[in-house]
């Protein structure tokens, strides 16, 4: 089979659209409404076409070559609970879902991949949004798939488990498997960064690593619209401490020979985390460049999906697409 052609909307700093390119999937289009993600992208691919627009106000009349297209994918802002729902974020999450369903009836591609969180797929606070989903999407012609994978089944040192929705036209849906762990061994954040950490000689960087023997707790890009690059909430700082590594703040640099990372004044012996290192917990690779000053290079990194998992979803959709 040769190459599959896609749309990709809200697709941020690129994991997910990196994933299924690995796949067999070249984009026509990518989508996403904030100019710090379209540079990543433009950096990073300068041959795809990379449009700055909000999907809300897309009209694929106008962009002609979203059509007839194999796969339609969105990673898209995570929706929250019932208990944030008076939030204005909540409210447009819930939208840009809706809107990325609503798109299916003008591109009619022959599959749909939406990943977000792992409610979506059970959680009772959305059933709603799922019987609108269903209602669409039968009405289309598709069949779908609501299931949930952890990105460390697949190499990624992170707990960082997915809701997925795989929808096909019913010609193809039977010939689709859920994607199966790649990797018999998780990858733990000590192993993941322990190379980074040696960088500047920190005689430390052994004995850290083996503390860190577990996959890293799941990366929370935050709000645009509150606080700083921070590594979660409460409860993922404290488990972020355990490892040895201040979840409060990213540090500019990894520690020196003594330990020092001279732009932490937190008077803290745990470390902190770099960007690039973030950007290895999520599995992009050593040469993604990601624009931007440090907060929002770090809240495209967190909010990314990461790319291994977008190419186990990916092949497992082309070979459906195939079969």
């Known amino acids: 089979m040769g190459r599959l052609r896609s749309v990709d909307v809200c697709s941020g700093a690129g994991g997910l659209a990196l994933g299924l390119e690995r796949a067999g999937f070249d984009p026509v289009l990518l989508l996403d409404k904030k100019f710090v993600a379209c540079e990543t992208l433009r950096y990073n691919r300068p041959t795809w076409n ?7 106000v897309f009209d694929p009349v106008e962009h002609q070559e979203s059509y007839d297209v194999d796969l339609l994918s969105a990673g898209l802002p ?19 879902l809706e809107a990325t369903v609503l798109l299916a009836h003008a591109v009619r591609p ?13 959680g009772p606070e959305f059933a709603e949004v799922r019987d609108f989903i269903r209602k669409e999407l039968e009405h289309l012609g598709y069949r779908f798939h609501w299931f949930v994978l952890n990105a460390a089944d697949f190499g990624v040192p992170q707990d960082r488990k997915q809701g997925v929705l795989v929808a096909m036209k019913d010609r193809f849906f039977d010939a689709f498997s859920q994607p199966t762990p790649t990797v018999s061994h998780h990858i733990t954040a000590g192993e993941a960064l322990h190379v980074s950490m040696s960088q500047r ?13 577990h996959v890293a707790p799941t990366l929370v890009g935050g709000s645009d619209n509150r606080g700083g690059a921070d590594l979660g909430p409460t409860g993922t700082k404290r488990a972020w401490a355990r490892m040895g590594i ?53 809240r495209q990194i967190g909010h990314a999906s990461p790319p291994p998992v977008g190419e186990a979803l990916g092949r497992a959709i082309a070979a459906a697409l195939d079969a």
């Open 78 to 96: 995570r929706v929250t609970s019932s208990a944030t729902a008076n939030r204005v974020e909540t409210g447009n999450e819930l939208r840009l």
């Open 50 to 56: 990379v449009l700055e627009m909000d999907l809300e």
């Open 201 to 213: 000689g920190w005689t430390g960087a052994d004995a850290w690593a083996a503390q860190a023997d």
């Open 110 to 122: 022959r599959a749909l991949l939406i990943e977000n969180v792992p409610g979506l797929v059970d």
């Open 246 to 298: 201040n979840g409060g703040a990213l540090s500019d640099e990894v520690p020196g020979p003594n330990g020092i990372q001279e732009s932490d004044t937190s008077g803290s012996s745990l470390k902190k985390l770099t960007v690039p290192q973030t950007a290895i917990l999520q599995s992009f690779p050593d040469d993604w460049t990601f624009a931007g000053g440090k907060t929002k290079q770090y």
